[in-house]
């Protein structure tokens, strides 16, 4: 697949260097091609950087990994999106999109996407790596597109999740946010570290 990576940080850069190995291209969409966060990122063969634009515009998938203030004018930058996925990387933590609880929920108004949140529920260290050795971390995605959920199910396995479980529609969006809220709590506020992560067991299976 072709994957924008819009916003080449901790979040972008690390998933935009596991899809390079699994064979994908990525196309970094960035304010300054000449001076960016993850500029390393161009020694890996299949990334390449571009305007935000013309990042956006030959992709199947685009990945919002900015500070979710920027939703609003990313969604007029980035161009008409009718056709792709847009997964919603991003946590109304610090800020939030003017005059929407989350940027999920400005770029279903203001984008003809197909809209998914995703890889938002962990630390970007474990986007990186969800190996854990014995067992791999788990992905969890909501939104309503069916089809964009089967296009972030495969990119999770892409990135090394050991599965990605489905949290339901639209209507569990901000659950999904507090499910991020409740790593960051356990990662940094009652003092784990960044080196945990979830994943669903299930009674019966191996
Ligand atoms: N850090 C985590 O562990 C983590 C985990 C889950 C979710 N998240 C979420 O992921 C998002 C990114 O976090 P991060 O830690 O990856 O941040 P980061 O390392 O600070 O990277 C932010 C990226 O956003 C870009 N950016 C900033 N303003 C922009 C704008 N107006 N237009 C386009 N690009 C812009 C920056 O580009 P420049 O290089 O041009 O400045 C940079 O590439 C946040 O919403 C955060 O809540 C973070």
């Known amino acids: 697949m072709t994957i924008a990576v819009v916003g080449a940080g901790n979040v972008g850069g690390a998933l935009a260097d596991s899809w390079a190995r699994a064979g994908h291209a990525i196309r970094l969409g960035v304010r300054d091609t000449g001076k960016f966060k993850g500029q390393e990122l161009l020694d890996y063969p299949g990334i390449t950087a571009h305007a935000i634009a013309e990042a956006v515009r030959p992709a199947d998938v685009v ?3 900015v500070p979710p203030e920027h939703t609003l004018s990313l969604s007029e930058v980035m161009g008409d999106l009718n056709g792709k996925v847009l997964i919603d990387a991003t946590n109304a933590v610090r800020s939030r999109p003017e005059g929407y609880p989350t940027a999920f929920h400005a770029f279903r108004a203001l984008t003809r996407a197909d809209v998914v949140k995703a890889f938002n529920t962990t630390g970007f260290e474990n986007m990186r790596q ?5 067992f791999r971390l788990d992905m969890f995605m909501a939104g309503d597109s069916v089809r964009g959920k089967a296009v972030v199910s495969r990119l999770a396995m892409d990135a090394g999740f050991g599965a990605c479980h489905d949290f339901g529609g639209d209507d569990r969006v901000v659950l999904l946010e507090q499910l991020a809220l409740a790593w960051i709590n356990l990662a940094i506020f009652q003092g784990m570290g ?5 994943r669903l067991v299930r009674r019966g299976s191996s």
């Open 194 to 198: 960044r080196d945990i992560g979830f």
């Open 63 to 65: 990945l919002v990994a």
């Open 130 to 134: 969800p190996d854990y050795g014995p």
